[in-house]
């Protein structure tokens, strides 16, 4: 069963920065990436990486997160520099697999203080 597992999450003042990381058992996937919620809101895309390497960003962290893989761990990761209050929430790890729905984390918190 493939199973995304996320860690990374925790408190930061803004400014600050975090890594996120997601570890996917298996062998063969398709696009990763991550979506987050907020309190009280549904949740919304983050960012996106394909098999080769390219990635796509939502408008609000473009410029601020950075998302990358290393397929030889089978793992994805968000650098979230700059972060803001707004960017509170949990935060997702997907993954797409071929011929499979796709498979999602159970979620990490994290909290930006103002």
């Known amino acids: 069963q493939v199973q995304p597992v996320e860690s990374g999450g925790g408190l930061v003042p803004a400014g600050g920065s975090l890594r996120l990381s997601c570890a996917v058992s298996g062998s063969v996937f398709n696009a990763m990436g991550w979506y987050r919620q907020a309190p009280g809101k549904q949740r919304a895309w983050v960012a996106t990486?394909?098999?080769?390497?390219?990635?796509n960003y939502a408008d609000s962290t473009k410029g601020r997160f950075t998302i990358s893989r290393d397929n030889a761990k089978n793992t994805v990761y968000l650098q979230m520099n700059s972060l803001k209050p707004e960017d509170t929430a949990v935060y997702f790890c997907?993954?797409?697999?071929?011929?499979?729905?796709?498979?999602w984390g159970q979620g990490t918190q994290v909290t930006v203080s103002s």
């Open positions: 990486i394909g098999t080769s390497g390219n990635t």
């Open positions: 997907f993954v797409d697999l071929p011929y499979a729905p796709r498979r």
